[in-house]
């Protein structure tokens, strides 16, 4: 059994209370590793010791701590099938997904970061016959990350990675449910010379682990990815303490396909962005709205190839779907298909558990589903589900679509298929969302802003916002004359 440990302060540690929980491989329904149930004295702990590294690390100069980055870029790199298999075990995706998706992603991030610092500027104003104002972004000190368990070391170190570039120290909480990928990287770290205490990961639950991080006075900014509710616990506490917070949170984002689509490309990414990552991305287009002249069309070439994605374990090399993250949300997913069906929903294709042979016999399969008649305001098209299940209804005006797209609590993604200019602009201008792709889905460039309005977080990642959001900006106005 694999017991992992903390990175405090540059070393590798057990929790102060000497216990640890168990960590599940879904794609057998086993525990296979256990990880520390980390308390308040480890935050504490990894607080003192990014406190005592700040002044160093941030007196470093960009180019050092971009340097020490691209090492560590470099060494997940060089170890990229053993993070993608690790990843796979842990959160029950294929491994082909973790190879082409999560880990390439997590190099990106640190490349990406570790160079957008060398460029990141602030602005002057000069004042005519008076003097200069010059505006200094200096890093905010000791900061706190937080993350969900659906893309692990993707999503955690989108947030490190400019936390630590724009000279912060960081308290980090992967999620309890896949944590390996992270303990990994602290292993990455001190191979790449961070010095001790620049990041410090301490694993564990988040109502006692990630808690204690929302809590301390010490920690200034909060960056969190998660579900809304616990978005909007962290924020409860962490508003009167006047924290920096940055949420990323749920999303139901609609999937728009206009009867003038590009008919073949909107159906192979529509497979994609309805189900990759087994449906377990907040990008994922779980409402998709087809208009009425080509939904027929439309629904049945859907379903024909959704009824043949074939789920399997995750090292099989044709598995489509791997096994859902965990038992509980494997059964909280099942729940929204009895809760459609009570609504009148009809399950075109999927709707049950896979159950493999062997020793996958015990993992958590479901078979990626489709459910027309429901209407747009029920329950199940308005509540964020997490998992292998779309909903389809047929629309006859933009004005119709453009209501029910905008009518749940969330705002995160939308797609816009059409190849009408003006109403891709249009309709893209409506939608209320962060992010719109038109005849595309996941495009990502790192430099945009990331993040949705509405229920689905506050603030924005990405790029230059990421940065600025890891710094505070001050004033400077010298007089001279
Ligand atoms: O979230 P949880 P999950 C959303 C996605 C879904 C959810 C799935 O839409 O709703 O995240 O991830 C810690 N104080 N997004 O189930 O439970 C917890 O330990 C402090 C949106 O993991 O919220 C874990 O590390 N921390 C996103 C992290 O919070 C607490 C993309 C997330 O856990 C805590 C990905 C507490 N009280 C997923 N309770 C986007 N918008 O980009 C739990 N945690």
Redesign the pocket.
């Known amino acids: 059994m694999k017991y992992i440990k903390n990175y405090i302060g540059g070393q590798l540690v057990n929790p102060q209370s000497g216990n640890y929980i168990d960590n599940y491989d879904p794609s057998r329904g086993r525990v296979y590793a256990q990880i520390p149930d980390s308390e308040k004295s480890d935050i504490d702990s990894a607080v003192a010791a990014a406190e005592a590294a700040f002044p160093a690390w941030s007196g470093m100069s960009k180019s050092e701590r971009s340097d020490i980055m691209i090492k560590a870029a470099d060494l997940i790199e060089a170890r990229m099938d053993e993070f993608a298999a690790a990843e796979s075990l842990d959160n029950g995706k294929p491994v082909s997904l973790a190879t082409h998706v999560d880990i390439p992603r997590a190099v990106s991030n640190f490349k990406f970061f570790a160079t957008a610092i060398l460029h990141f500027a602030a602005e002057s104003h000069h004042m005519e016959n008076l003097g200069i104002n010059y505006t200094l972004r200096k890093p905010i000190g000791v900061v706190g990350c937080?993350?969900?368990?659906?893309?692990p070391l993707y999503?955690f170190t989108w947030k490190i990675a400019p936390a630590l570039a724009a000279g912060n120290c960081v308290v980090a909480?992967?999620?309890?449910?896949?944590p390996m990928t992270a303990f990994m990287l602290s292993e990455i770290c001190i191979e790449a010379g961070m010095p001790a205490g620049v990041l410090n990961i301490v694993h564990?639950?988040?109502?006692k682990?990630?808690?204690a991080?929302?809590r301390d006075p010490k920690i200034k900014a909060?960056s969190?990815?998660?579900?809304?509710?616990?978005?909007e616990?962290?924020a409860k506490?962490a508003a009167p303490m006047f924290k920096k917070l940055s949420?990323?949170?749920?999303?139901k984002n609609p999937n728009i396909i206009f009867a003038d689509c590009d008919f073949k490309q909107a159906l192979s990414t529509t497979l994609r962005s309805s189900f990759a990552n087994q449906g377990?991305?907040?990008?994922c287009g779980s409402r998709i709205f087809i208009e009425r002249p080509i939904y027929e069309k439309f629904r049945d070439a859907f379903v024909e190839k959704v009824s043949k994605t074939k789920v399997s374990y995750p090292t099989d090399p044709e598995a489509k779907l791997g096994a859902l993250?965990s038992k509980p949300?494997l059964e909280k997913v099942m729940s929204y298909i009895d809760l459609a069906k009570e609504e009148g929903g009809s399950v075109l294709t999927g709707g049950t558990q896979v159950h493999l042979e062997g020793e996958y016999k015990d993992g958590y399969y479901l078979r990626p589903t489709v459910i027309e008649g429901l209407a747009f305001d029920c329950r199940t098209n308005q509540e964020?589900i997490?998992g292998p299940v779309v909903t389809i209804t047929p629309f006859d005006t933009e004005e119709e679509v453009l209501a029910m797209a905008n009518s749940t609590e969330y705002g995160?993604s939308a797609t816009v298929w059409t190849e009408h200019l003006t109403r891709a602009h249009r309709v893209a201008d409506q939608l209320h969302s962060g992010i719109v792709w038109v005849n595309s889905w996941l495009v990502r460039d790192l430099r945009t802003p990331?993040?949705?309005v509405k229920n689905?977080?506050v603030g924005r990642?990405g790029g230059f916002e990421a940065l600025r959001f890891f710094t505070e900006p001050k004033n400077v106005f010298i007089k001279s004359h």
């Not at 909480?173 to 896949?178: Q, V």
């Open positions: 937080i993350s969900p368990w659906n893309l999503l909480k992967p999620s309890e449910i896949t564990g639950l988040g109502h682990v990630g808690d991080m929302t909060i969190f990815t998660g579900g809304t509710k616990t978005g616990t962290i506490i949420l990323e949170l749920g999303g377990q991305i907040c990008l993250v949300h964020e997490f995160l990331f993040g949705g689905s977080g990642e």
